[in-house]
């Protein structure tokens, strides 16, 4: 709880302010809840809206309003309520208010020691961009974590996991970061196809990012002896976009569902109904990201493509097997692989396109011809003049992608092969030797903050 508190009062002293008031709160309404059944809803309800309310006068007042304002000329000094944004506030809420409903719902029996209590609420590795703990896996190892006795191996895993996040981060998400960063400084030069690939750059780069993050969260928790929910299961094999979000930033998508979603169904249940409530869960998701209309359509169209995607659950790759007749499987699974990743960049594409609506316009976008379209000059002057990286360079990060993709498809699907493969020593100092080589030569180090800290 110390460190959680110093960082925060680096950070900002008057963000630990913010934090102890909503920790109070949950700590406060938490056994109101739990000690009066005729009352209980209406503590829970309080609870709820107090928490919100911090979390909307931070995140919509000082940021939004204040921002609008300055558009129109109006200038309003509130740099010091800036300053008291506490860094991950959103997940810091969702937290928040996941322990006071599972309180509610008895799930879990609300934490009587204060100590404990706000220890879980600002436990630091996990809280500025997730992953976003339940009550009912974290706080049993946090009562405990005074007991443990130092686990060797626990402890040297964990600084294992953070080197591969700061190997991520620096290596790969910060390099494909900045291509999407070139494109989008310049999107009327990098129109057409160089502009397509850039989505996907946009999409997998973010994806690192934030996975890196949560490697180094989970390795330093684990330094302490606790252990974090995973964040990520190989998004990108997702063979439907259904699928996509059971394995991308699934303790988000979890706490909407649980919390956002479920409870609407049980309102308006329906057949229709519960679909409709999936696309406003999508939409909350976006304008979360950040209150802007382009967040709204990203938001609106992962929506519809969910709610499209529920009722012909399976039909494409029926459609592929009859084509393939199940005897190049390998090829069937990719283009099923392909095809989700084309649909689920849809939303991030128009999105863009949206907020570079004053340098390319969407219906130019859409009658390029062939040749205009595929813009050739950019990828030229890209590889031989170098302007993004050196081509062995990229090579190289190619091939650390799809080495590590194919060791967490290991990891998921074929463990005791992983552990076998990982546990020889020869293998160890192989993958260490250059894993430090290559981050020498191809780390990129102008991106110092992770993407998830500005939601």
């Given at each position: 709880?110390?460190?959680?508190?110093?960082?925060?009062?680096?950070?900002?002293?008057?963000?630990?302010?913010?934090?102890?008031?909503?920790?109070?709160?949950?700590?406060?309404?938490?056994?109101?809840?739990?000690?009066?059944?005729?009352?209980?809803?209406k503590y829970l309800c309080a609870g709820i809206l107090l928490v919100s309310s911090v979390y909307v006068y931070f995140k919509v007042y000082a940021e939004v309003f204040n921002n609008?304002?300055?558009?129109?000329?109006?200038?309003?000094?509130?740099?010091?309520?800036?300053?008291?944004?506490?860094?991950?506030?959103?997940?810091?809420?969702?937290?928040?208010?996941?322990?006071?409903?599972?309180?509610?719902?008895?799930?879990?029996?609300?934490?009587?020691?204060?100590?404990?209590?706000?220890?879980?609420?600002?436990?630091?590795?996990?809280?500025?961009?997730?992953?976003?703990?339940?009550?009912?896996?974290?706080?049993?190892?946090?009562?405990?974590?005074?007991?443990?006795?130092?686990?060797?191996?626990?402890?040297?895993?964990?600084?294992?996991?953070?080197?591969?996040?700061?190997?991520?981060?620096?290596?790969?998400?910060?390099?494909?970061?900045?291509?999407?960063?070139?494109?989008?400084?310049?999107?009327?030069?990098?129109?057409?196809?160089?502009?397509?690939?850039?989505?996907?750059?946009?999409?997998?780069?973010?994806?690192?990012?934030?996975?890196?993050?949560?490697?180094?969260?989970?390795?330093?928790?684990?330094?302490?002896?606790?252990?974090?929910?995973?964040?990520?299961?190989?998004?990108?094999?997702?063979?439907?976009?259904?699928?996509?979000?059971?394995?991308?930033?699934?303790?988000?998508?979890?706490?909407?569902?649980?919390?956002?979603?479920?409870?609407?169904?049980?309102?308006?249940?329906?057949?229709?109904?519960?679909?409709?409530?999936?696309?406003?869960?999508?939409?909350?998701?976006?304008?979360?990201?950040?209150?802007?209309?382009?967040?709204?359509?990203?938001?609106?169209?992962?929506?519809?493509?969910?709610?499209?995607?529920?009722?012909?659950?399976?039909?494409?790759?029926?459609?592929?097997?009859?084509?393939?007749?199940?005897?190049?499987?390998?090829?069937?699974?990719?283009?099923?692989?392909?095809?989700?990743?084309?649909?689920?960049?849809?939303?991030?594409?128009?999105?863009?396109?949206?907020?570079?609506?004053?340098?390319?316009?969407?219906?130019?976008?859409?009658?390029?011809?062939?040749?205009?379209?595929?813009?050739?000059?950019?990828?030229?002057?890209?590889?031989?003049?170098?302007?993004?990286?050196?081509?062995?360079?990229?090579?190289?990060?190619?091939?650390?992608?799809?080495?590590?993709?194919?060791?967490?498809?290991?990891?998921?699907?074929?463990?005791?092969?992983?552990?076998?493969?990982?546990?020889?020593?020869?293998?160890?100092?192989?993958?260490?030797?250059?894993?430090?080589?290559?981050?020498?030569?191809?780390?990129?180090?102008?991106?110092?903050?992770?993407?998830?800290?500005?939601?």
């Open positions: 709880m110390i460190s959680s508190i110093g960082m925060y009062y680096i950070w900002n002293s008057s963000s630990v302010i913010v934090l102890l008031f909503i920790s109070l709160i949950v700590y406060f309404f938490s056994l109101k809840i739990n000690s009066s059944n005729i009352h209980s809803r609008f304002l300055f558009s129109r000329g109006t200038f309003q000094d509130m740099s010091i309520l800036a300053d008291a944004i506490p860094l991950g506030i959103s997940f810091y809420t969702f937290q928040a208010i996941s322990y006071l409903v599972d309180v509610y719902k008895k799930i879990v029996p609300p934490e009587r020691n204060p100590l404990y209590s706000i220890l879980y609420l600002t436990f630091f590795p996990q809280l500025t961009a997730g992953p976003i703990e339940r009550a009912s896996h974290l706080l049993p190892q946090l009562r405990k974590i005074v007991h443990n006795n130092f686990n060797e191996k626990m402890f040297y895993s964990g600084l294992q996991l953070i080197a591969l996040g700061l190997f991520k981060k620096f290596v790969l998400a910060d390099n494909l970061r900045s291509f999407d960063n070139m494109v989008s400084s310049d999107p009327e030069y990098f129109y057409g196809l160089p502009f397509v690939i850039a989505v996907f750059v946009a999409r997998y780069s973010t994806f690192l990012d934030l996975f890196a993050y949560i490697d180094i969260a989970q390795g330093s928790a684990r330094l302490f002896g606790i252990n974090l929910v995973d964040n990520f299961k190989q998004p990108f094999l997702a063979k439907s976009p259904t699928d996509f979000w059971k394995r991308f930033h699934i303790s988000l998508v979890s706490w909407f569902w649980s919390y956002v979603y479920l409870p609407l169904c049980r309102m308006f249940p329906g057949i229709w109904t519960v679909r409709f409530i999936a696309v406003i869960m999508f939409i909350l998701v976006g304008i979360w990201h950040k209150l802007e209309f382009s967040f709204f359509v990203w938001g609106f169209l992962h929506g519809v493509i969910f709610f499209i995607a529920s009722f012909i659950a399976g039909r494409p790759s029926w459609i592929l097997k009859k084509i393939f007749r199940d005897k190049l499987k390998l090829f069937q699974n990719f283009f099923i692989i392909l095809g989700t990743q084309v649909i689920l960049s849809i939303p991030l594409m128009i999105a863009k396109l949206i907020l570079f609506s004053d340098k390319i316009s969407i219906s130019k976008f859409i009658i390029l011809s062939w040749n205009n379209f595929c813009n050739l000059s950019v990828f030229t002057r890209l590889l031989v003049y170098k302007v993004y990286m050196p081509w062995e360079n990229l090579v190289v990060i190619i091939f650390v992608i799809v080495f590590l993709e194919r060791a967490y498809y290991l990891y998921y699907n074929r463990r005791k092969r992983f552990d076998e493969l990982y546990n020889r020593r020869l293998v160890q100092l192989s993958l260490m030797f250059s894993a430090v080589i290559i981050f020498i030569t191809c780390g990129r180090f102008d991106f110092f903050t992770f993407i998830y800290y500005q939601y």
